[in-house]
């Protein structure tokens, strides 16, 4: 029995099978954190669904043989930017919920609902069978076979043929790191243009309206 | 690889239009952020399943590129919404708008 | 000698120019007598010149022509402002500077007290200028800048004392009939440079042959509708009688000598066009005759005595433009000559006679005048009987070289002219009548006059400068000098051209200017005299019949009937006709046209960027999700045309 079972996992367990098996399971993973970002009313929701759709890509980049990618990631996306994600949100106290049935703008959703649907007809016509594009060949070298694995040709195409834009984006990090220090700074009293508001724990109302009511209220009893 | 590029591509393309579908519909900025991020993983994707296509390393060097960027810009990206928040915290009529970004036409600089 | 030509077009120019400068203050009288000087110069310039031409071979050595600058040189159009100095135009010039000059002096003492006395001289000195440039033109554009010049100083000087409404608009009708003849001129001009490829005179006669038949005549008529409209004949005629509110000396000079006879100088000028057209002659010659006839009936109906005069012009153009049909040119600047002597002559004696009365200019209200003002009286007679046709006087001659041409190849024009002569007798007579003879009814209207005397004020009164004296006086030197010597030539003025050829016959050298066209009528010396005395048996009947009847009665109202005093009602049907629709059409214009539709257009367009402004604002709504709505729109559209390229 257990060489029937051997044999029938054989079987089964041929490359194309579990590919497929794979890229069916990553896809449902990635389509349904998808859907429940857009479709969360909770923030914080939508953040965890978030990482659910990361993870799902981080198993189809392995699946592509782009393991180094699907590293990377998971460690930066899934790991920095959505716990940068939830940090404002909580900072801010914006994890109210939100109404989804109300649409102020008029014709928004009905004219998005088109037009993605056509963007997307539109995508896959021509992403799926199309020969129409053409053009020199990068130079990069190829994705398999090279000495090192995929680490090693990333690493090989980076510091030579793309030099430049690496260097570039490192200088990129710096200034965003700069402008999100600048950025979060508290104004110091007297710099900025309002006066200053120290904590936005927004459950009281604007800080003007209070003096608004009392100049009213002197205005009637005059 | 016995799974046929154009899958992926196809998945791309619908993780895409989903993501640009809640851009246009929601109305909470983070969360359009979040929408955002899961156009640049469509991106991602789609340049790594051509990658492999094409056997060019090119498009694993542009996803590692994108990652870089998307990092920086959704830094710089919360920043400005701390910063915009500051000034003007969410109005807290009941709990029907918080964060309602859109409520406010660019037309009035908040800052 | 001959070189000097360009004097005589210049020296009024130069008086125009300093007049028009310090005029004003050189003032009454210095500035009359520039304006006298200058002409007379011109005079003088024209004599040396006839001299010169004279001393020429006859025939074709007597055609000078003075190049004086190019005027347009355009590519295939090369127009020299030119003089051509030739039998034809020295004839006209010597004649036209000769009266310009008495009439000046005469304005001296006529306009005395006009507050604008300078300007009179300035306008009239131009005119002199532009009629000189007009008869002494090398090509037909140069003449037409003289017959502008000459149309445009005739409006500014019957309208003279603009304040007077019908002044004005009697100066803007005549320009406007002008301008209206003027389109036939401009129009012979382009189907000539057309046909020809030139203007000028001498090189349009060298290629007749160019032009075709059609053309030929076309061209012709149009030209004669240039003519009719200056010479104010059939249907152009209305806006000379209007034309008499201008000050006297200006019907004398504009409208009796020298302007109206333009038309006649024209239609002379182009005699190797019109004689290969028969067509075009016979219209100018029975337009000529009917003008004549129709312009003396209505002269024998009027009570002004400047309008009878006025009438009288047209009357006597008729026969000149009946003598250019006939093709006897040389009868017809005989006539025309003649003309200016005593219609000149009348005019001014009119003037003499107005000025006397402190204004008076109808005929009702003068009478009895011979023996208060002699002089006048005697040159009036003398003018009467030229224009009568009374022999030896010159209109006799003229009139009978017209007549007996006429009679040669029209039999039945001759028989209209022939009674035109009769009528033109009879008006006469019964304006000398009216104004010399019969009772002293200017006794009544002076005395009522000199009770509001004190209603002149400072501005001379518009018919005449204020006289002082309440009775009639007779002129100072100024104005009688010109009146003798206008008389005088009006005496003598038929040994210009006696009809049996004697040795002196001074406009004999017209011959080779007309060459074969010259209707030669080669009658008998019999049927010349029986002619002769017909012609003076009728004029001698006309003044028989209007003496004894408008000596003793002033009045006469069967013989002055509405329709012959209103001119055949013509003013009121063109009034009907044109002057109506044409002010419904402008009328028109200005309320729907301009307002409706130009304005409407332009402010369309204003209304229409602003409409468009106002929706394209509508997409900027302030609202970012709506922004990214278009840029996903943009990325449809985009992956459309992708798309299409993808599969075509």
Redesign the interface.
Known sequence: MSAAVVSAMSMLATATVVDRLVFVVGAMIILGGALGVVISRNPVHAALMLVTTLFGVAVLFVEQQANFLAAVQVIVYAGAIVVLFLFVIMFLGVDRRENLGEEPLPAQRPLAIGLVVLGLAGLLLLGIDAHWAVGARSVAGPAAGQAGGDVAALGRSVFTTYLFPFEATAALLVIAVVGAVVLARRPRPGYGPDEDIEEPEGAGELPGAERQDAELDDEVTR | MSVPGQWFLALGAVLFSIGALGLLVRRNVLVMFMCVELMLNAANLTFVTFSRMLNDIAGQVLVFFVLVVAAAEVVVGLGLVVAIFRRRPPPAQGLTRSADWTAYPCSMPPI | MLDAAYLMPLLPLAGFLVLALVGRRLGDPVAGWLGTATVAGSFVVACITYVGLLHQAPGAGRSFTQDLFTWIPVGGLQVKAALLVDPLSMTMALFVTGVSTLIHLYSIGYMKGDSDFPKFFLYMNLFVASMLVLVLGDNLLFTFVGWEGVGVCSYWLISFWFGRPTAASAGKKAFLYNRLADVGFLTAIFLIFNSTGTLRYRAVFAHLSAIGPGTRTAICLLLFAAAAGKSAQLPLFPWLADAMEGPTPVSALIHAATMVTAGVYLMCRINPLLGLSHDSQLVVAAIGAATAFVAATIGCAQQDIKKVLAYSTVSQLGYMFLAVGTGAYEAAIFLMVAHAFFKALLFLGAGSVIHGLDGEQDLKRMGNLRRLLPLTFITVVIGWLAIAGIPPLSGFWAKGDVLDNAFARFPFLWGVGLVTAGLTAYYMSRLSALAFWGDDRWRDVLQTRGADHGGHGGHASPDGPAGHEPSPHEAPWVMALPLVVLAALALVGGLLNLPWHPTWAPLRWLGPVFGARLFDAHQSGATQWVLGVVDSAVALAGLAVAMPLWTRRPDHPALEPAVLQRSYYLDDIYDAVIGKPGQALARFSADVIERRVIDGAVNGVGRLARATGGGLRRAQ?????????GV??G??LL??Y??T??WS
Do not use: I, K, N, S
């Open positions: 709504t302030g609202f970012v999700r709506q922004y990214a709505l996903v729109l990325a449809v992956l459309a992708m798309a390229r993808a």
